[in-house]
Nanobody, 116 residues
Framework: QVQVVESGGGLVHPGGSLRLSCVAS????????MDWFRQGPGKERELVAR????????YVADSVEGRFSISRDNAKNTVILQMSSLKPEDTAVYYC?????????WGQGIQVTVSY
C-alpha cells in the first residue's frame, strides 16, 4: 500500500516563497505520476502541478505558471513544489497524489496560508 506524506506548509507573507515536499512510500512498482492539488476556502479542488515519472515531463496550471515549479528526487520517490511570489489567493490546503498503476493515493493535505 502506497502512503503519501506532505510537508513544508505554513504561513508566509505575500510575495514570499515556500517549498512543499511529498514522499511516496511503499511503492511496489514504478510510479506513473505525482501531482499537487489544492483546495481553497469555498473552492473546488484543482490541479496545480503534475510530474510524469518515467518521462520527467511536467505541467503547471496557468494560475501558477511562472511562480510554481515541480521537480523530483527519483531515489526517494519525492516530489517538490517550489512556490514563489505567493499571493493571498494561493491560500489553500495542498494535497499530494501519487499514481501507481491505475490507483491514486492521497496524502492528508497541508495548509498553506498567504497573509500579512
Amino acid at each position: 500500500q502506497v502512503q503519501v506524506v506532505e510537508s513544508g506548509g505554513g504561513l508566509v507573507h505575500p510575495g514570499g516563497s515556500l517549498r512543499l515536499s511529498c514522499v511516496a512510500s511503499g511503492v511496489a512498482f514504478s510510479l506513473a505520476r505525482m501531482d499537487w492539488f489544492r483546495q481553497g476556502p469555498g473552492k473546488e479542488r484543482e490541479l496545480v502541478a503534475r510530474l510524469w515519472w518515467m518521462s520527467g515531463k511536467t505541467y503547471v496550471a496557468d494560475s501558477v505558471e511562472g511562480r510554481f515549479s515541480i521537480s523530483r528526487d527519483n531515489a526517494k520517490n519525492t516530489v517538490i513544489l517550489q512556490m514563489s511570489s505567493l499571493k493571498p489567493e494561493d491560500t489553500a490546503v495542498y494535497y499530494c497524489s501519487a499514481r501507481e498503476g491505475l490507483t491514486d493515493y492521497w496524502g492528508q493535505g497541508i495548509q498553506v496560508t498567504v497573509s500579512y
